[in-house]
């Protein structure tokens, strides 16, 4: 199934065909006559084919080419073959240029999708254009690109109507995954060949959103596994030869390898949903650079949660720690399992809120000086809120997009608006991996409550 996207230049079509067939590298200018040629651009999922866009260059002399083909008079029934002869008469020619480009895969048998901007007033010599494709007889629906106010749709609306079988408004730059489909859900009720194509083409990019959220849950429960674990360490020739200076070099060098994963989960993320060389703006993590680094103070008490809620959720990770101890003695411990794993919990992480946000102190073990893994209990939720927050980002971008992906922390973190249910589950994973390491479980389980979160949002 083929859809040809027409209108008139600088109206928003190579945006359109950019966000619905997610194609990032598709070029758009604000200047005219970006597009000179047709260029079909194809949505798949896998190796498979759903559908086609054809993104076509603007009317140029639309008045022009239809008085040509009113100089004849034309029953209805022949006006295709009408446009047909013009079309076999210019093209090639320089004149219309630009017409016979985008009728051409049209007379092919493209479906249409007429692009209008509405954010500028209704003109009446529009209505050439509009004529033009109705004498092609293949089905149509006009789309409102609307980037301002709102003031002139209804007048679009209204002229519109009268000529496509359907109007609908849709923002490029703003359509969420939903509106997507609600357009292709439009699109279903062109003609009976579409529909058959478009409901299979639909259920499958649903299929393929879920599986993009499962996998974007595990790059992200993967990063911070491994984050809360890591550990850098150095050999020491001689206890007495280590300086201040190697403390400070080590201590540099184990925050870059923590900003380096966080990177490499970021182009990860962009990759699961298509986007190509994303370049985004997030706080670098530099300490020394910006104020709200993930290893500065402010950001620590920004994102995150808050130190009563460590408390809180640090306790009910214990106890669901000690349940489990309960559990494996069939009940023989009389609960006391369930008690000393809250009272560890609340003790040991009310201990370390309340402190500053520090690395595991510098020691010599087996000649060698180690770092990490950092202990505060609010740095894998630091992780968690900052890596939601990108992914909100990258959920509310669309493929029309150009320049750098803003990622905003000004408003805080999305894990404290969590129920405490969810709070408490994700406190005992990461309890879980301090205590035990890295399993396939407890990511598994981190990518879990990640993927519930980001339904959340």
């Not at 630009?98 to 493209?110: H, Q, S, V």
């Amino acid at each position: 199934m083929k859809f040809a996207v027409v209108g008139r230049s600088n109206k928003g079509k190579s945006s359109i065909v950019a966000t619905l067939v997610e194609n990032d590298e598709i070029l758009i200018a604000p200047t005219p006559r970006t597009t000179q040629i047709s260029q079909e651009f194809a949505l798949k999922v896998g190796e498979r084919t759903l559908f086609s866009l054809i993104d076509t260059p603007g009317f140029e002399e639309a008045p022009a080419a239809l008085e040509w083909l009113k100089q004849e008079p034309v029953p209805a029934h022949q006006r295709r073959q009408r446009v047909q002869a013009f079309y076999d008469t210019f093209q090639g020619s320089p004149r219309f240029t630009f017409e016979c480009e985008l009728l051409k895969p049209i007379l092919e048998g493209a479906a249409i999708l007429y692009v209008v901007d509405a954010s500028h007033p209704y003109r009446p010599n529009f209505e050439a254009e509009f004529e033009i494709l109705q004498w092609t007889g293949e089905p149509s629906l006009a789309l409102l690109n609307q980037t301002g106010d709102g003031r002139y749709v209804a007048d679009w609306q209204a002229a519109l109507g009268q000529y496509f079988r359907k109007t609908l408004i849709f923002n490029a730059h703003t359509a969420r995954f939903e509106e997507r489909m609600r357009i292709l859900e439009e699109l279903r009720f062109l003609s009976d060949a579409a529909r058959p194509i478009l409901d299979e083409a639909m259920e499958l990019l649903k299929t393929q959103h879920q599986s993009r959220l499962r996998a974007a849950s595990f790059i992200l429960a993967e990063f911070i596994c491994e984050a809360i674990l890591y550990r850098k360490k150095v050999p020491v020739k001689d206890e007495s030869g280590v300086s201040e200076q190697d403390k400070e070099r080590l201590l540099q060098e184990f925050q870059d390898h923590i900003r380096k994963m966080e990177r490499e989960s970021r182009r990860a993320l962009a990759q699961v949903f298509q986007f190509k060389g994303l370049d985004s703006e997030e706080a670098e993590l530099n300490p020394k650079a910006q104020p709200d680094d993930l290893f500065g103070r402010e950001t620590w008490e920004f994102l995150g949660l808050s130190r009563g809620e460590l408390i809180i959720t640090g306790t009910a990770a214990g106890a669901l720690a000690g349940g489990t101890i309960d559990a494996s003695v069939g009940g023989a411990s009389f609960m006391v399992g369930t008690g000393v794993g809250a009272m560890l919990g609340s003790l040991g992480t009310g201990y370390l809120a309340f402190s500053d946000p520090q690395l595991a102190g510098f020691k010599l073990a087996r000649r060698m000086l180690t770092i990490g893994p950092l202990k505060s209990p609010n740095f894998p939720w630091i992780l968690l809120d900052r890596g939601l927050l990108f992914m909100i980002s990258i959920l509310n971008r669309t493929h029309a997009q150009r320049g750098r992906l803003l990622v905003d922390e000004k408003h805080g973190g999305p894990t404290a608006r969590l129920s405490k249910t969810d709070k408490r589950m994700i406190a005992w994973v990461f309890q879980k991996v301090r205590w035990m390491g890295r399993t396939e479980g407890s990511t598994s389980r981190l990518a879990t409550e990640i993927r519930k979160a980001m339904e959340q949002l």
